[in-house]
DNA sequence: TCTGGGGTCCTAGGACCC
DNA sequence: TCTGGGGTCCTAGGACCC
């Protein structure tokens, strides 16, 4: 048996750990920029409000309905994610992350007769050691222990606990369940399965295997099998372990609060996107032997001019000084840069990972350059982290944040900066 | 005259996930 | 005025290899 711990309405309930108003109020948590709704409380979900709705069309009902406004947090969201799966890990030996709100856990170390019961020590612990609540799926697959952990989350009389545990179970639940709401059923697929009469799990389980390799592909195939109770999507290839394969892709990119038409301005938002993806290729450990860059226009405005293009540049070298990143990335935006249109949106792209240490060089590269930036890498990330800011020593070629992102409601780094500590004051004599 | 069969790697695009 | 960001896997097609 396997068990997938989901987090409710994640972000929405980091925030209520530290700030208890916002507890029988609604709440949503926007995007960069402000830009849309990432994360809702069940109350806001109850105005009719959704996930991705953009916050300039629903900003009157949420000022209406004294609905609370929050920017990301994302440290803090990072923070308390870690809380949770260290909490799991304590109890459960071991855990697999599979996203900043979920984890799959492995339920065989229990008896089949206790695993509920050990599960809802494990929801009631997260609870009061991290102060989130959480529901839990469990079930012979993963995609059914996903399954099992929305019936958890919807019905309160789960208990934030559901096992899909035996045949009449498996059936009643894929019955009940929208083929759309099936982990890797998305709306396009659900659009494609339509014709075929397949509007529920229980329709695409069906199946002959054959049809339904036909209808979608192998990937299809695995979904059927795992709602057939057969496991086969690999736990494995999620490990979080000191010896999880690196990622195959970074990217980071971000959307601009007004559009950017100035070459100079675009280079230093290439510069702080350098200045982020190599810091997160020091920290794992690894290189990029190239990277594209990437630039759009504003795609909801068809009456302006419309452009987005990418370039590729290799490195000399596997590579994850700033510096190197920094200039192959104005390289390629040198290449796509076109005047005359107002850019929405840029990014830095990698594919191309391998480890820093197993890295192939240059047969033509200077083993002494090479070490100088490795150290001079390592201490601007010394004297970065020490300080309060992430970005005190940067390339001279870096937009901080704050010029050109929205983030006005954002709450504090609770649990991660010393000055944001919630401080408690007593008072005597009963003042 | 006639032009195989079995591979790999890379990229772009499409689909999905949270 | 205003519409997120960071990933995964799969497929098809082109270029290349022996």
């Not at 350059?369 to 001079?376: A, G, K, S």
Request: charged share 25%; net charge positive; with cysteine.
């Amino acid at each position: 048996m396997v068990g997938l711990i989901d987090c409710n309405n994640f972000f929405v309930s980091c925030e209520r750990i530290f700030n208890p108003r916002l507890r029988t109020v609604p709440v949503v948590v926007l995007s960069n920029n402000d830009g849309c709704i990432v994360a809702l409380s069940n109350e806001a979900k109850a105005l009719g409000l959704r996930r991705g709705n953009p916050y300039f069309q629903v900003k009157e009902l949420c000022e209406r309905s004294n609905v609370a406004v929050l920017s990301g947090n994302h440290r803090l969201y990072g923070d308390i994610s870690n809380r949770v799966m260290t909490t799991v890990a304590a109890i459960t030996g071991s855990v697999k992350v599979y996203s900043i709100d979920e984890c799959f856990i492995d339920f065989n170390i229990w008896p089949d007769a206790e695993v509920v019961a050990a599960g809802r020590e494990i929801v009631r612990r997260i609870r009061r050691d991290v102060g989130v609540p959480t529901s839990l799926g469990i079930a012979t697959t993963k995609t059914l222990a996903k399954i099992a952990s929305r019936f958890a989350k919807k019905y309160s009389a789960y208990r934030c606990v559901c096992a899909i545990d035996n045949e009449y179970r498996r059936r009643r639940a894929l019955e009940l369940t929208e083929i759309g709401d099936v982990w890797g059923i998305g709306r396009r697929l659900v659009k494609r399965l339509a014709p075929y009469g397949i509007t529920h799990a229980v329709h695409l389980a069906d199946r002959s295997r054959e049809d339904v390799e036909k209808i979608l592909n192998i990937t299809g195939v695995r979904t059927w099998q795992e709602l057939n109770g057969c496991s086969c999507i690999d736990i494995d290839t999620i490990d979080n372990g000191p010896d999880t394969p690196l990622q195959k892709q970074m990217c980071c990119s971000r959307s601009f609060a007004t559009d950017i038409a100035e070459y100079g301005k675009l280079e230093s938002a290439i510069g702080l996107f350098a200045t982020i993806i190599s810091r997160h290729l020091r920290e794992r450990g690894a290189a990029a032997a190239g990277l594209s860059v990437f630039i759009q226009t504003n795609m909801h405005r068809p009456d302006l001019p419309q452009y987005s293009a990418s370039a590729y540049r290799p490195l000399p070298e596997p590579a994850n000084d700033t510096m190197a990143i920094a200039e192959a990335a104005t390289e390629a935006l040198r290449a796509v840069y076109r005047k005359g249109y107002g850019y929405k949106r840029a990014g830095i792209h990698i594919s191309e990972l391998c480890s820093a240490q197993h890295a192939q060089h240059s047969l033509f590269g200077d083993p002494a350059d090479r070490e100088r930036r490795r150290r001079l890498m390592q201490a601007v990330d010394a004297i970065n982290a020490s300080s309060l800011s992430n970005d005190s020593i940067h390339i001279a070629s870096y937009m901080p944040v704050e010029s050109h992102a929205r983030c006005e409601k954002r709450s504090q780094l609770f649990t991660t900066r010393i000055d944001d500590i919630i401080k408690v004051n007593f008072q005597r004599n009963g003042l």
